[in-house]
């Protein structure tokens, strides 16, 4: 019989299992950020293992875990991968995360770590990922504040090049087509903090087009400044 301290996942990938013992070891940071890293790496690129992963309930499993322990910046940060992962593009599981809760721990866990640029970026492609094309989770993200955490990570972390790509990204997501929340990301400074991340990252010699507002906000409100990809599990 594995210890309390051994790794979670079970290398058949009997996913039940698993989430059970996600549940049964919730109070304990580590064994979640080991079974979420794990998990992570069973199930991308693999479409057969990740929708039994989720049927599993590890969608609710991950949200759980975050809500669980806010201040650990590992499970955070692997949690974030993981439901990266199980989403890809899948819309249904795109509403499975929405529904339980995982917006919202995303966007605690922004506030949690504000100078934390792993949680940042992990974060914001985790966003980008939950609300590309799913009108109820861009709804969901505005109401729950991810706007402006969005626009908090670009400022606190104007030197990272990747921080300032994926937020843009995620950005792109949340506003297209949702008027509420392109009055936010205006209110939030979103257009200047796009600006600042052009002028700071852009190529050599490549400039900004226009320099006008209306110019900006439409980089902003088109996602152009980034690629949709999803990071790979570590």
Excluded: K, W, Y
Excluded at 99 to 122: F, K, T
Excluded at 176 to 194: I, L
Aim: glycine residues 10%; contains cysteine; aromatic residues 0%.
């Amino acid at each position: 019989m594995p210890s309390d301290n051994a790794a979670l996942v079970m290398a058949d990938a009997d996913f039940d299992t698993v989430v059970a013992r996600m549940s049964a070891h919730l109070g304990d940071a580590a064994a979640q950020e080991r079974a979420c890293r794990d998990l992570c790496r069973m199930t991308v690129g693999n479409v057969e293992r990740r929708t039994r992963a989720v049927a599993a309930g590890a969608v609710e499993a991950v949200a759980a875990a975050m809500r669980a322990h806010p201040q650990s910046e590992g499970s955070q940060s692997e949690s974030c991968t993981l439901l990266a992962t199980l989403i890809s593009g899948s819309t249904e599981i795109q509403t499975r995360a929405g529904n339980g809760g995982a917006v919202e721990a995303l966007v605690a866990s922004m506030r949690a770590h504000p100078l934390s640029e792993l949680v940042q970026r992990e974060a914001c492609i985790t966003l980008a990922a939950v609300t590309g094309g799913n009108a109820g989770n861009r709804t969901r993200a505005g109401s729950g504040g991810a706007v402006e955490a969005v626009v908090a990570a670009m400022r606190a972390h104007p030197q990272s090049e990747v921080v300032q790509r994926r937020a843009c990204d995620a950005l792109g997501h949340m506003t297209v087509n949702n008027a509420d929340n392109q009055t936010r990301a205006g209110n939030a400074g979103a257009v200047v903090a796009v600006v600042t991340a052009m002028r700071a990252h852009l190529p050599r010699g490549m400039s900004i087009p226009g320099g006008q507002r209306g110019t900006a906000d439409s980089v902003l409100l088109r996602g152009m400044l980034s690629g949709r990809s999803v990071r790979g599990c570590a």
